[in-house]
Each structure stands twice: as structure tokens, then as C-alpha cells.
């Protein structure tokens, strides 16, 4: 969580001094920020689409945790203890999931309940389908 929000853009714009030293859109992804002294948090190289969607997976994938390997969806956590509950809808081709995510004890990682419409995945785990159907899972941390 720290590093994703020490390169969200928007957290370089927050104030108009920081907007001023970071000079590029706080809406644009950047490839990087200076750490030179003379350059300090200025961003550089913008508008170039592989950091967002290298920031956008990793978000998705190592941050809200949606895995999808070899047909199936897991979800593996790993958030700021502070997050109480987060969803996630997630199309595949014809299905959608719909997915609760659960922190009520403050948690960084590890899932101890996976539900399927309502009914326990041991796995953790789910085979996807695509059926046209809109699947409900609950994921308790």
C-alpha cells in the first residue's frame, strides 16, 4: 500500500506547493519520480500507458489480491489494516462475480472464509464459468 500511493500521482498534488514541484497532471500515471536533490519529486515521463497498467495489476492482483490462474479466481489480500471492506466486479466473458471483501478484525493478509452464494469454498478458490449467471462470493479475513 505504501508504494502504491508513493506513485499515485494524485498524492504528489495534494497541496499547490507539491503540484508545483511534481509538474505533470495529478490524472496521469508517471514512469517515475526524480530523487536527485535539485529535483525532488518531480515526475517524469508521463502518458506512458505501461505504468498505468503496470500500477493498475498490481493494484488489482498484489493489493486487492484478484487472482486468476489456469481458469480460476482467487482472491489473496493484502490491504492497510484500516480497510473495513472492499468489492470487486469482476466480468468473465459472459458471468459476473460479485465480490465482498471482509476485514473486521484488521487485517494485513490471509483469508479464513471463502462463500460462493453463500456456501463455504474450502479451496479458497472457484473454477470460473461462463453461464451468463452473476455469482456472489464472500471473502472473510
Request: aromatic share 14%; hydrophobic share 35%; with cysteine.
Amino acid at each position: 500500500m505504501e508504494f502504491a500511493e508513493l506513485i499515485n500521482p494524485i498524492e504528489h498534488s495534494k497541496t499547490k506547493e507539491e503540484a508545483k514541484r511534481f509538474k505533470l497532471e495529478p490524472y496521469v500515471m508517471e514512469a517515475d519520480i526524480y530523487a536527485n536533490k535539485d529535483l525532488l519529486g518531480r515526475g517524469g515521463w508521463n502518458w506512458y500507458t505501461g505504468s498505468s497498467s503496470w500500477y493498475y495489476k498490481a493494484i488489482l492482483e498484489y493489493i486487492l489480491g484478484l487472482k486468476i490462474k489456469n481458469g480460476f479466481l482467487s482472491v489473496e489480500p493484502c490491504i492497510a489494516k484500516t480497510w473495513k471492506e472492499y468489492e470487486i466486479k469482476y466480468k468473465y466473458k459472459t458471468s459476473i462475480y460479485h465480490i465482498v471483501v471482509k476485514n473486521k478484525d484488521g487485517k494485513n493478509r490471509g483469508v479464513e472464509k471463502f462463500l460462493l452464494n453463500g456456501a463455504e469454498v474450502k479451496e479458497k478458490k472457484i473454477l470460473l464459468s461462463d453461464d451468463g449467471k452473476i455469482y456472489q462470493i464472500q471473502i472473510y479475513m
